[in-house]
């Protein structure tokens, strides 16, 4: 039985593979150069994703400060209309709330903390003195109505910006006494054991207690009214006042290392004062 196969001509293998190995060579070195060129654009491609990456991650922090802001205007908001239950109170008293409230729970803190504290001796006639000129002051602003004729904010911002900085200040104090530990005292006090702590915020300023409650003021003077500002300054004074007597105290307890450490450092604000 003949097969039905066509027949195939001898030299149409061989020029067959002629052809298929003439061509191989070039197919190789086209795989070569495709790998090169793949290479550089994967190169290029992570170039261009670290730098998407950058322009994210800058702009992830900017949203979540807008966020935060937001958020801490969404709470007051809660607030107001939980409290809101008979038409009684409206949208600014809610935030005069979240601010007392803050105030509160700020001094608790720090009264629990005192009896951490070191001993020390405090020159009770200099600070009766100092104190009773504030108060004096204090009371004259509460009686004379100031306050109560004056008129509060309703700008939502200006009340989200003053939240902001009063949690940052209120924040900024606590770390401080946190890192200061027993070694914290009150106000214009001589410790028995004093040790000089010079890290962590006190790298920033002398005294970040007091700058944080200034802030703090400063913040609730911004979402409230403007009136606040009286009793930051006077609380100002006050402070500074303490902070010389208590530098005076640290040059003669560190009369080394205090005067260095006074050189490089400001007393409240970071590079201004």
Not at 250 to 257: G, I
Request: aromatic share 14%; glycine share 6%; charged share 20%.
């Amino acid at each position: 039985m003949q097969s039905e196969c066509p027949a195939i001509a001898p030299g149409t293998l061989i020029e067959s593979g002629t052809h298929w190995a003439s061509n191989f060579p070039k197919s190789l070195v086209g795989t070569r150069s495709g790998r090169v060129k793949s290479q550089v654009v994967a190169k290029d491609a992570s170039h261009d994703i670290e730098r998407v990456r950058a322009e994210d991650l800058e702009g992830r922090r900017t949203t979540h400060v807008y966020l935060w802001i937001r958020s801490a205007l969404d709470l007051i908001r809660r607030i107001s209309a939980a409290l809101n239950l008979d038409g009684s109170i409206e949208y600014m008293h809610a935030i005069e709330f979240v601010f007392a409230i803050g105030w509160a729970a700020f001094w608790i803190y720090w009264l629990t903390m005192a009896f951490t504290a070191k001993r020390s001796h405090v020159p009770w006639s200099r600070e009766l003195r100092i104190r009773a000129v504030i108060f004096v002051a204090v009371i004259i602003l509460f009686r004379s109505g100031a306050f109560r004729r004056s008129e509060q904010n309703s700008d939502p911002w200006r009340a989200g910006a003053g939240l902001a900085l009063f949690a940052t200040g209120l924040w900024f104090a606590i770390w401080a006494r946190v890192h200061i530990g027993r070694n914290w005292g009150t106000p214009m006090s001589r410790k028995d054991e004093p040790e000089l702590v010079t890290s962590g915020p006190y790298r920033l300023v002398r005294h970040p207690i007091y700058s944080g409650i200034l802030l703090a003021g400063v913040g609730t003077a911004i979402a409230l009214n403007w009136l606040w500002v009286v009793p930051v300054l006077l609380t100002g004074g006050y402070f500074v006042y303490s902070a010389s007597v208590e530098e005076r105290y640290l040059t003669e307890q560190f009369p080394d290392a205090y005067p260095v450490y006074r050189r490089s450092t400001k007393m409240l604000v970071p590079f201004i004062f």
